[in-house]
């Protein structure tokens, strides 16, 4: 193999990828959503923390259980997708760190720590929904992420032990391109970085 | 083009791929670090609001000012890498968005709204440091990035305005491999994941 990615690597995950607001009708298999999981959680996190954990909404009673916590620009289009990931983040992740972290007692390093455990549980499972998003792309998928939604509302209905938080949602399909917006700008290399 | 990233791809960016603590000679290119921000912000972020802000470090003058605030299991390869860049998050974003998405009034969702500009600038930061780190591997080099450092520190040292706050670092450069640990576990899907 190369020792860096090919130009259509690069388009597929970063240079052509759009965020899709229509979808075709393609089914999205279990098998899928369980292989981007599987490549994602290979990203790094803090300590291996892994923070992050995934409802699929995929049946239609799961959509109508998301429906009343969206914005209202956001209902159709998720109603409409294939599938919508709830991506959260859980703030007893440091419960699992002598399975995920087992050379040393990276427990103690958290516990009673609030500050540092929100911190640590939004920075790692952002990072999380990050590695998500491409590792979807990477196997074909679009996606649709969105913070557009009553993050409260939704850990209610999905989260109900109130230990994990909503982090963003991501519908996951493969997108109509005639509902695309056209592409918002991005910054130069020089207005938001330095070399030092 | 297939429609999905090859096994040498997916080896490349998440299955092979390690937090690196070594590194050799080979030096990194300012060009390089160019293009791994150059495909890193494609990647969405909420109102394509593009929060991140970097700082190169790569002289030894630049090193030393950022030694200090590293934790003391941090600073022999922190101090060897080639480069570690500073991913911060600029809180004042929204005052870039009348460029970012100019078809609407988006600032005015954020202004004077304090948590709402905070959760948004850390969890698109966040975002955009994970497409940081999948962009850096797509183009073959090796990353370890790091929570192991004093904040409050590094945003007097490289970010003395103060709208700029530091979220983590990444050393950058080509791993050397006997200094690896080994790989720490990760959850099976069914452990955190539900398809409802």
Not at 77 to 93: H, Q, R, S, W
Not at 108 to 132: C, H, K, P, V
Not at 164 to 174: H, Q, R, T
């Amino acid at each position: 193999m190369s020792d860096i990615l090919n130009d259509a690597g690069l388009d597929l995950l970063f240079r052509d990828a759009r965020t899709h607001n229509g979808w075709t009708d393609k089914e999205v298999s279990d098998v899928l959503l369980q292989a981007i999981f599987d490549l994602a959680k290979m990203g790094p996190t803090s300590a291996n923390c892994s923070p992050q954990r995934i409802v699929y909404v995929k049946t239609q009673a799961g959509k109508e259980k998301l429906k009343p916590a969206l914005m209202a620009g956001n209902v159709e289009k998720t109603m409409a997708a294939p599938v919508t990931a709830i991506l959260g983040y859980d703030l007893e992740f440091y419960e699992q760190l002598p399975k995920l972290f087992p050379h040393t007692d990276a427990r103690s390093w958290f516990l009673g720590n609030d500050d540092l455990i929100e911190a640590t549980a939004f920075r790692n499972g952002s990072l999380q929904g990050a590695y998500f998003i491409l590792a979807a792309r990477a196997l074909g998928l679009d996606c649709g992420p969105m913070s557009g939604f009553d993050n409260a509302m939704v850990d209610k209905a999905f989260f109900p032990d109130g230990k994990v938080k909503s982090n963003f949602i991501c519908s996951l399909g493969y997108g109509d391109p005639s509902k695309l917006f056209p592409r918002s700008p991005r910054f130069d290399f020089d207005e938001v970085c330095k070399i030092l």
